[in-house]
């Protein structure tokens, strides 16, 4: 799965750059080592430069600056269609003029093969995507998802080792989405293809990849399998970007080993997980999820600090209970609890008393 | 389109005004073309109606003015003239504005403004300042009088409506067709014919038609840079229209009508069927 090693990197960027207009660098230093078979996806908001990575990869856009190198070869100065990478675009990309059969038989005519060679190779890989029927139609005559497929199969008929895929799903409806999700999931799983994926939706990028990387501002904020990203951020955008999030800003009081009282605003002191501080005095951003919030004293843990809450407003959302609390000058303090038997609903104005583990609660930085 | 019950009198006024002036210019642009044709079967060496053919007497018809197109060596020099340089022009014509579309279109080219309106020029520029500029240049050349002097004009006439239509087509092309053509392995040469050629051919067939048609029309930079040996059709009628005013003109205009119309209507024939192709339209 996860590979750090640089040495056995199947793709590896190093120290790359780059910029369009010659001044503002839209990727800043990015390096990054993706192991062979790996499901790695760089998740952003726009314009943060993980497209632009991605066209890098591919041989679309060339870096300004370091190296990029596909199975220990630099491939800076290789075009495109000498790169063998497979790719799935963000509106499929499918040739209007061919049918489904031509359009993956393509790549393969390209290369040369024989003719039985190619339509049994066309065949299995419609067949990967249930679309077997569907090699005479054209693509005007397919849905989005059917579309979706089909632009899959393309990209992976002539079996390359890295496949990428940009925003694939973006087009879809919810629930087409989710589905195609698993899908592509359980190909990669199936095929031990590399990946690399590209899409602004976190929870697409939580559920797929063996590792996210999560860009902003040209950089990798953090790279970390979906489990530790959202449980463990190493700095306030990605606690922020991924997931919801509640924040409350405050500066460290002391540390000592992985403990830390933060001041808040208001006076009150907590208990925190130093992240991203480094002293006393340091100003901070305490990130603490919604789920992790707890107001019932039995399962409150023993020797925290606790804060004093109000109830401004209490959501029903069916599975679990949303509760916006004003905590400690915050008026947009999110609380989530499953919707359980012993569960009990709060109402608006009833005052509590939070708490939480002080390991979900990350001191990060003040940014 | 019908008026609406709560127009005011403006409104009505010009709603019947607007449908007179379109009547009008169609009158005008259509009836001089349309008048020829009947007037082409006239039987004698009139360009008017004769009382005899007004009262539509099978008599006052025939065919012998296309009878004489078709035997008279004149005419027939100057069709083939005009078969042997057309087709050449627009092949040179299609091949260059095609390959100056697909180069305009990328963004990356310098000046790609100032490039496309040089080459539009002679669609702007008064075409007798063409064919004198032309003149000149090609007897330095020593291409003024020869047949590829003549296709060469005729081609740089033809560039500019080929250039037009496919760009118009390039506008509505999905760039990452290409890129997906690159990323699957084919090279740009491959990816020009398998993938943008087909999807632009429309625009092209278009663009070959009018510059087909340009050459096939053309008199003005034909008298300049040809020669007696490169009469075209529409020189020869120039001439019989001076110095031997014969009804065989009649005869040779509705034939060029006729062929002009089957070109267009090839056209449109040819759009619709790519449309479908494409999905663009329920197939």
Do not use: I, M, N, Q
């Given at each position: 799965m996860a590979n750090e090693r640089g040495d056995a990197a199947f793709v590896a960027f190093e120290h790359v750059q780059k910029s369009y207009d010659g001044?503002?660098?839209?990727?800043?230093?990015l390096n990054l080592n993706i192991g062979k078979g790996e499901f790695l996806t760089m998740l952003g908001p726009s314009g943060s430069g993980k497209t632009t990575c991605l066209m890098m990869l591919a041989g679309f856009e060339t870096a300004t600056h370091g190296e990029i190198r596909l199975a220990g070869r630099p491939i800076n100065s290789v075009p495109p269609h000498k790169r063998g990478i497979g790719m799935v675009f963000q509106n499929y990309a499918l040739f209007p003029h061919m049918t489904v059969g031509e359009n993956l038989a393509f790549p393969l005519e390209v290369r040369k093969m024989s003719k039985s060679e190619i339509e049994s190779k066309v065949k299995r890989a419609l067949d990967m995507v249930q679309m077997g029927a569907f090699a005479g139609r054209r693509p005007a005559q397919m849905s989005g998802g059917q579309q979706q497929r089909i632009a899959l199969a393309r990209a992976l008929v002539f079996e390359p080792e890295l496949v990428l895929m940009d925003e694939?799903?973006?087009?879809?409806d919810k629930q087409l989405r989710e589905h195609m999700q698993f899908e592509i999931k359980h190909l990669h799983e199936r095929l031990g293809v590399t990946v690399v994926y590209v899409t602004h939706d976190q929870s697409e990028a939580l559920t797929m990849s063996d590792r996210v990387a999560v860009f902003n501002d040209g950089r990798i904020q953090q790279l970390a399998p979906p489990e530790d990203l959202y449980e463990r951020p190493t700095n306030s955008f990605v606690a922020q970007f991924i997931g919801e999030n509640n924040t409350l800003p405050g500066s460290v009081e002391a540390i000592s080993g992985d403990r830390c009282t933060v001041k808040l605003t208001d006076g009150s002191v907590i208990d925190a997980l130093p992240v991203n501080v480094s002293k006393p005095g340091d100003r901070t951003l305490v990130s603490i999820r919604?789920?992790?919030?707890?107001?019932?004293d039995d399962r409150m843990p023993a020797d925290t600090h606790k804060l004093e809450a109000e109830v401004l407003e209490f959501i029903y959302m069916g599975d679990s209970f949303r509760t916006r609390l004003r905590v400690a000058g915050n008026d947009n303090f999110i609380m989530k609890c499953r919707n359980a038997v012993d569960q009990r609903r709060l109402n608006a104005g009833e005052k509590v008393v939070i708490g939480w583990n002080v390991a979900d609660c990350r001191a990060l930085d003040a940014a | 389109m019908a008026l609406p019950p709560y127009a005011t009198t403006g409104q009505r006024v010009w709603f019947w005004t607007f449908r007179a002036i379109c009547v009008a210019i169609i009158f005008f642009l259509i009836m001089p073309i349309l008048v020829v044709i009947p007037l082409s079967f006239n039987a004698q060496n009139f360009f008017t109606f004769t009382p005899e053919m007004l009262r539509f007497?099978?008599?006052?018809?025939?065919?012998r003015h296309y009878q004489d197109f078709f035997t008279n060596p004149d005419w027939q020099a100057a069709l083939w003239n005009s078969v042997r340089i057309a087709p050449v022009a627009t092949l040179v014509a299609v091949v260059l504005g095609t390959l100056a579309a697909v180069g305009l279109s990328q963004s990356h080219v310098p000046f790609r403004g100032t490039i496309m309106a040089i080459l539009i020029s002679p669609m702007i520029v008064p075409l007798i300042i063409s064919a004198a500029g032309m003149y000149f240049f090609y007897s330095r050349l020593g291409l003024q009088g020869s047949y590829w002097g003549v296709v060469l004009a005729h081609a740089v006439l033809g560039i500019p409506f080929v250039i037009i239509t496919v760009t118009a087509t390039l506008v509505g092309f999905d760039k990452s067709l290409v890129r997906a053509a690159a990323n699957m392995g084919a090279g740009p040469v491959r990816t020009f014919f398998k993938v943008q050629m087909p999807l632009i051919l429309p625009g092209v067939i278009s663009g070959a038609l009018f510059a087909f048609i340009t050459s096939f029309d053309e008199v003005v930079v034909v008298l300049f840079v040809g020669s007696a040996s490169q009469k075209t059709l529409p020189w020869q009628m120039f001439i019989g229209l001076r110095e031997q005013i014969s009804p065989t003109i009649l005869a040779v205009a509705t034939i060029l009508v006729a062929i002009s119309v089957a070109l267009l209507t090839t056209l449109e024939l040819l759009r619709r069927r790519s449309e479908k192709l494409r999905g663009m339209s329920p197939g």
């Open positions: 001044e503002t660098l839209v990727v800043k230093d694939p799903l973006g087009a879809l919604p789920e992790r919030v707890e107001f019932r | 007497e099978p008599g006052a018809y025939s065919l």
